[in-house]
């Protein structure tokens, strides 16, 4: 989990150019990206808007760091507006794609980058003309394995040492829900695929 969850995060912080104080905007804000870039955002000064589909994760993401959480849906760019007092939102980060996309994208200050990381929708990337041509809205994805093989080593450790860091300083965690033994990966794999978990399904290695 170290090796791709935390990189993730920490990566898409710079896919856009921010100064502390400036607003990023993030859906399936509960993962496990969602929750490490809720910190490393803070560490770095950003403030974060948290989309969540269920409302009983707002207290537990502001209890972590988060700033503004909100369950996604209709209105978003008004009530994103509310919240930040109408600051700039310079980055949007999106593991959902269809309309969600579109409704981050409405979200974003006008110049502003989608990043899209995830097709947890199953659907296509939703964006309206309007936003690439008036208001200037980028939207590009992201790939950590793209990542891994077009970076020089020496940018690799350095990124890996910082997580590891991190994670031994107690600053990452991940929550896990479950662990099953590999004879059961087939209740394993129907778990993890269930809506609504409070952490990660683990394989362990069966003892002989
Ligand atoms: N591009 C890359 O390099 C890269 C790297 C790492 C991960 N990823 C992707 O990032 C995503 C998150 O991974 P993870 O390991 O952090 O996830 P995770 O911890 O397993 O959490 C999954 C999250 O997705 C939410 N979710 C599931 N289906 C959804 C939907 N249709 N609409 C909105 N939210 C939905 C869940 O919400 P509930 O809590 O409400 O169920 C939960 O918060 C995955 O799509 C993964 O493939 C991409």
Not at 77 to 93: D, E, F, N, S, W
Not at 98 to 127: D, F, K, W
Request: hydrophobic share 45%; with cysteine; proline share 5%.
């Amino acid at each position: 989990m170290i090796a791709v969850n935390p990189p993730t995060a920490l990566l898409m912080l710079k896919l856009a150019p921010l100064k502390p104080g400036d607003w990023v905007i993030q859906n399936a804000a509960n993962s496990a990206v969602g929750q490490y870039l809720i910190t490393f955002a803070r560490q770095q000064g950003l403030k974060t808007i948290n989309l969540v589909r269920r409302e009983m994760l707002v207290a537990p993401l502001k209890a972590m760091g988060a700033d503004v959480v909100l369950v996604d849906g209709e209105d978003l760019q008004k009530r994103v507006r509310v919240a930040t007092g109408g600051g700039q939102v310079g980055l949007g980060i999106d593991a959902v794609g269809g309309a969600a996309t579109q409704r981050l994208a409405s979200a974003v200050s006008p110049g502003g980058t989608v990043v899209n990381y995830g097709m947890l929708s199953g659907e296509v990337c939703h964006m309206a003309p309007a936003d690439l041509i008036f208001r200037g809205i980028t939207l590009t994805g992201f790939w950590l394995t793209t990542w891994f093989t077009r970076t020089p080593a020496d940018e690799v450790r350095r990124t890996m040492q910082t997580v590891v860091d991190q994670v031994a300083g107690g600053a990452l965690h991940a929550k896990v829900e479950a662990t099953y033994p590999l004879t059961q990966i087939t209740d394993a794999v129907r778990h993890a695929g269930q809506p609504g978990r409070e952490g990660k399904v683990l394989l362990v290695p069966t003892e002989r």
